[in-house]
């Protein structure tokens, strides 16, 4: 079973940006990509993006387009998510997940990161 | 963006009792409906996909059924690790996923 470990808390202040690494125990289990998804305080998850950890391409929620991107650096195994502009309101626990999927049958994302907590403060 | 309600928000219950999550989409999702156990300060965790069948290592107390919008999870007979928050998640177009509904022990 891959283990997806991520890079650890941040405080940020508002407008500053964040850059959060997971790092895959093994990338070639990655076939299907790897997505980011996080989870303000108190509420449920929110989907961020989806990254192809061979080809890179990529598809972003709406609401964080041109704030969000995600990148891979193959010779490390590791996927990166930057949020950009951040405000008070992107606080929240960061998850990466591998994503899984089967014709006819879907996508699912197993197994999440440990979740990284980032604050954006004054 | 399809949005997905779940059912009710909170539910107080003892260990031994059959349980029953709803979860529903804003338009049809097909079987395309995943969902997830999370336990306070940890990663949600895979119990559900494609919306009956089984993660590997998931206790067969643990069932789902439904298509189109209207989903369930049922636990048959609750356990003590089971009190935690269970979210829906659907994948028919992109990711969205439920408020969750937080199952505390009564």
């Known amino acids: 079973q891959v283990q997806l470990v991520q890079s650890g808390p941040e405080v940020k202040k508002p407008g500053a940006s964040v850059k959060v690494s997971c790092k895959a125990s093994?990338?070639?289990?990655?076939?299907?990509?790897v997505t980011w998804v996080r989870q303000a305080p108190g509420q449920g998850p929110e989907w961020m993006g989806w990254i192809s950890a061979y080809s890179g391409d990529t598809n972003y929620a709406q609401r964080l387009q041109g704030r969000v991107t995600i990148t891979t650096e193959t010779s490390t195994s590791t996927v990166y998510m930057e949020l950009r502009s951040l405000r008070s309101d992107d606080t929240a626990v960061y998850y990466c997940a591998r994503v899984l999927e089967v014709p006819a049958h879907g996508r699912w994302f197993d197994p999440w990161g440990q979740g990284t907590l980032v604050i954006v403060s004054p | 963006d399809i949005q997905m309600t779940q059912s009710p928000s909170s539910l107080s219950a003892s260990v031994g009792d059959r349980v029953t999550i709803t979860c529903r989409a804003s338009q049809k999702i097909d079987i395309y409906l995943n969902w997830y156990q999370q336990k306070p300060g940890k990663a949600p965790e895979l119990l559900i996909y494609?919306?009956?069948t089984l993660q590997s290592g998931v206790p067969s107390r643990f069932s789902g059924s439904g298509s189109g919008t209207d989903f369930t999870l049922t636990i048959s007979s609750l356990q003590p690790e089971d009190f935690a928050t269970y979210y829906c998640?659907?994948?028919?177009?992109?990711?969205?996923f439920g408020q969750g509904t937080k199952l505390e022990i009564k």
């Open positions: 093994d990338y070639r289990s990655l076939r299907y990509g």
């Open positions: 998640q659907q994948t028919y177009t992109f990711y969205t």
């Open positions: 494609s919306a009956s």
